[in-house]
């Protein structure tokens, strides 16, 4: 405790600096409640409308190639693989059932080989102009929420010099008239040489 006597021009400039404290205090808080009311917005917007044409470029920056489609690749060579079996079998012994199944095969081969060109064609289609309006997920991937780190900085150490100023100004003028614990202001504008 370091009790000084102090004049009316450091108060008053306590005073205004507490003020100027709240003030950044306040101001910081509803620059972060805009920011993330634009971001609200924004999610909002996205999640109603059809995404532009940038926006489907970056999530699908590549149209899909026939590697892309694993599962159905798969199911046309294990499908392949059973009609070279039958076939073999039909060759040894002709019968009208082992035909019916090779058709189906291969009109099941077709089918999928048909998913992938209409996933192809899909995105070739919505490369220019999307037809669906962006998921949570994807509006998450392509715009990031806002970050609060040097708002919440600054409103801290705003904080704390008001809290220091504040323990200043408690801190007198009694139990000695006009003086004041000095050692609050360590730290601030208004520090006491």
Do not use: W
């Amino acid at each position: 405790m370091n009790l000084q006597p102090i004049t009316v021009d450091t108060l008053l400039a306590a005073k205004s600096r507490m003020t100027v404290l709240q003030e950044t205090i306040r101001t910081t808080e509803l620059t972060m409640f805009e920011k993330r009311n634009i971001h609200f917005r924004k999610m909002q917007s996205a999640l109603e409308n059809k995404m532009q044409a940038q926006e489907f470029a970056a999530l699908f920056p590549a149209a899909p190639v026939d590697s892309d489609f694993v599962t159905e690749n798969n199911q046309i060579a294990q499908k392949l693989a059973e009609i070279q079996s039958l076939t073999t079998i039909l060759a040894r012994d002709v019968g009208y059932t082992l035909f019916g199944q090779i058709l189906r095969l291969e009109q099941e081969i077709s089918e999928l080989k048909a998913i992938k060109t209409i996933a192809i064609d899909n995105y070739l289609t919505n490369l220019p102009q999307p037809q669906r309006a962006l998921i949570r997920e994807e509006f998450n991937q392509l715009y990031a929420s806002p970050s609060f780190e040097t708002e919440t900085a600054a409103i801290v150490t705003a904080a704390i010099e008001a809290g220091k100023i504040h323990q200043f100004l408690q801190s007198g003028p009694y139990p000695n008239p006009g003086q004041y614990d000095v050692d609050h202001l360590i730290g601030t504008p208004l520090e006491m040489a």
